[in-house]
């Protein structure tokens, strides 16, 4: 389990987000967009080799991607 200790965008409520395991985490995030997802926290490092993704679908849910775990 990882904690975000960015609460910049934080609001009462609504904060929870579920991280899917993925292989190749650039690829797996064009390909969200391909079907209509924006980025809300692009790919970025971590730390420890794993990297992290945030993606908004087209029905406003967030879904959170890992790699590297």
Do not use: R
């Amino acid at each position: 389990m990882g904690l975000d200790p960015d609460i910049q965008k934080v609001q009462n409520g609504n904060n929870a987000v579920a991280y899917w395991s993925v292989d190749e985490i650039e690829s797996v995030v064009e390909k969200f967009k391909t079907f209509g997802a924006e980025i809300d926290s692009p790919v970025i490092n971590v730390g420890g080799g794993i990297k992290a993704a945030i993606v908004k679908d087209p029905f406003n849910n967030f879904i959170g991607l890992i790699e590297g775990h």
